[in-house]
């Protein structure tokens, strides 16, 4: 069974950190480029950030200099680590595997989301 499984999502105080990890398993992710997105209540789905199969790295506007995304092929999982918190950041983030790098919604498979709510 192909899946995508997110985690580290939580609690955190304007202006702290959390690193979210997602973790694919019946594949591998050698050749798939990997996308987040998120999605806040009464919001449209948006993308976040993505990474190509060869690394290069792509990130909205509202995040650049804030997120980082990362991947490690030998552990099938792929990293946002994200710094600086707002209170706008809150949302339900996904991971994405598909074909091509793209902060649109073009990918073959999604997780099912991790909560990041930012509240002091």
């Known amino acids: 069974q192909l899946q995508l499984v997110e985690s580290g999502g939580g609690l955190v105080q304007p202006g702290g950190s959390l690193r979210l990890s997602c973790e694919a398993s019946?594949?591998?992710?050698?050749?798939?480029?990997l996308g987040w997105f998120r999605q806040a209540p009464g919001k449209e789905r948006e993308g976040v950030s993505c990474?190509?199969?060869?690394?290069?790295?792509n990130y909205a506007d509202s995040v650049k200099g804030r997120f980082t995304v990362s991947r490690d092929n030998a552990k099938k999982t792929v990293y946002l680590q994200m710094n600086s918190l707002k209170p706008e950041d809150t949302a339900i983030y996904y991971c994405?595997?598909?074909?091509?790098?793209?902060?649109?919604?073009?990918?073959?498979?999604w997780g099912q989301g991790t909560q990041v709510t930012v509240s002091s």
């Open positions: 990474i190509s199969s060869n690394g290069d790295t």
């Open positions: 019946g594949f591998t992710l050698d050749h798939y480029a």
């Open positions: 994405a595997a598909g074909p091509i790098a793209t902060l649109f919604h073009e990918y073959d498979f």
